[in-house]
């Protein structure tokens, strides 16, 4: 009940506060949890994880992109370098789960009382599952950056249209570096308050280092920081190049 109601507040906040865009954002954040809901229920029923992903991103990207901000040069960048830093990502990924071993339930769960009691096995790869999780969760921080970049380069290219590829490209960079170290934060603080309990419990048990930095809670929380990371650092040299190309190519 008390979720329902503060989601009532947020819901009203943003079309009273964000006017039209605030409108348009609350349909997109509500369309977005139909397509996340939808999803699992696609996963369960197909068992293709990777297909059901892919159609999930495209429908996040769908609703985040083009329908809240409209079909133009900088959304279009902006998907482009998405969707190439995705696929990038996803095979690094693929290829270091596999090495690593590193899918399936970590310590953290062992303190959930109603996932002790749960049947674990649900029949879909543990190392799918954990690569299509990453995926999903860096889509965010990546279409932030991208969006961000690709929007700063429209502007100042609508203000000064006598800019040529290379320098536009190098304006792009220097916003993309400006945003770098917030975004950085922003995936490192988001990860710490998710594992914060969990962290708290190691220390009170008396873990030492050496054996939670071993831990597959441990790893599977610095591998996603750091595959958001480099997500979004390099979505900012590609998004710089794919605007400038596009807003510079001639009609």
Do not use: C
Not at 78 to 107: N, Q, R, Y
Not at 231 to 247: D, F, Q, Y
Request: proline content about 1%.
């Amino acid at each position: 009940m008390i979720i329902f109601v503060l989601l009532m507040i947020l819901l009203f906040l943003l079309g009273i506060i964000g006017d039209e865009r605030g409108v348009a954002s609350m349909f997109t954040f509500l369309g977005n949890i139909v397509v996340f809901f939808v999803s699992l229920i696609a996963i369960f029923r197909t068992g293709n994880i990777y297909a059901v992903t892919f159609v999930a991103i495209m429908g996040f990207l769908l609703l985040t992109l083009f329908a809240q901000n409209g079909f133009n040069k900088k959304t279009i960048s902006a998907f482009s370098a998405i969707i190439v830093i995705l696929s990038i990502v996803g095979i690094f990924s693929v290829i270091l789960i596999k090495i690593s071993s590193m899918a399936g339930f970590g310590e953290m769960y062992i303190y959930d009382e109603e996932v002790a009691f749960l049947e674990n096995k649900i029949g879909i790869s543990a190392q799918s599952l954990l690569v299509a999780s990453i995926l999903i969760g860096i889509l965010g921080a990546i279409t932030d950056t991208a969006l961000s970049v690709s929007s700063t380069m429209y502007e100042v290219y609508e203000h000064n249209p006598a800019l040529d590829a290379g320098e536009l490209n190098r304006s792009g960079k220097h916003v993309g570096w400006d945003i770098l170290g917030t975004t950085f934060s922003t995936l490192v603080f988001a990860e710490i308050g998710q594992g914060f309990f969990i962290w708290l419990i190691f220390a009170k048990n008396k873990y030492t280092f050496i054996s939670l930095i071993n831990s597959k809670s441990f790893l599977q929380q610095t591998f996603l920081i750091i595959m958001a990371s480099l997500g979004s650092l390099l979505i900012i040299p590609l998004t710089s190049r794919i605007t400038a190309k596009i807003l510079t190519a001639k009609k």
